[in-house]
């Protein structure tokens, strides 16, 4: 193995996923006065706008064209690019309505689900301690749904969306930029839309009158592109395992967020929920570190 580029790999896949945590959870709670509807289209377009030019910067449109021939996979996308935008928008919904802790404990179980899912539709095999955080994290779902005042349904909506996603995307095998592009173009006609729609109701606060929060909404797009190319770039250096392990960064950082910095509430229900998921995640992750 070649340690050098090894721990560059670890050191972008914890820039990435520090940056999802941290920096881009203020930055989306930050501007969500304008709206949770207006967020997601301008991040919607700007993503969409930013890998039209990477993939231009790049010289990357033969795997676009590539792509873009194979019905099936282009089929998929289409699906994916629903799931996608699903995701963004339950996710800034959560940010904008204090619910970062619920949201966070999607991202700590989505992990999870996805070695669930991969067992159902891709016949991958589960071992001893993957039967064990899969259980734990169904008896920690049961508790939350019998102690209905504690559901975090914010987190269970990003788990299975961002799961069902990773699934359908794992199947086509696609490289993540390019796959998201085509997402984004899927979304760019809704999109723009909606933003037609928003600037004809003089509801919009993109506007060319404010240039400084034109700017800091236009952020949106490189605040979605930025970390995803620094985590996929640590994947291809350190490979699935141990930037895997380094993914969990994000819901914590998003959890001690939510928790110090917006003293958003955490009732007992949830704290016994996010004790088995916790529990769950450390045996998830001893599993990796032991296979790696």
Known sequence: MNISRFNKGIFLSSSGSLWWGLLGTYYFQYISFIGTLEVVVHRSIWTCLILLLTTTIFNKWFFFKKIFLNKKKVFILMITSILIFGNWSVWIYAVSTNRIIDASFGYFIFPIISVFLGFLFLKEKLNKKRIVAITLVIISTLYLLFNFSGLPWVGFTVAILWSTYNLLRKKINVETDIGLLIESLFILPIAIIF??????????????????????????????????????????????????????????????????????????????????????????LKDIYENN
């Open 195 to 284: 933003f037609y729609l928003i600037a004809k109701s003089n509801l919009s606060d993109f506007s060319i009158t404010n240039p400084s929060l034109m700017l800091l909404i236009f952020l949106a797009g490189p605040m979605t592109v930025i970390p995803l190319f620094l985590y996929v770039k640590g994947v291809e250096f350190s490979g699935l395992g141990p930037t895997g392990m380094i993914f969990f960064i994000t819901p914590t950082c998003q959890f001690l967020l939510g928790f110090f910095y917006y003293n958003e509430p955490f009732s007992t229900e949830k704290l016994i929920g996010f004790i088995l998921i916790w529990f769950a995640v450390f045996i998830y």
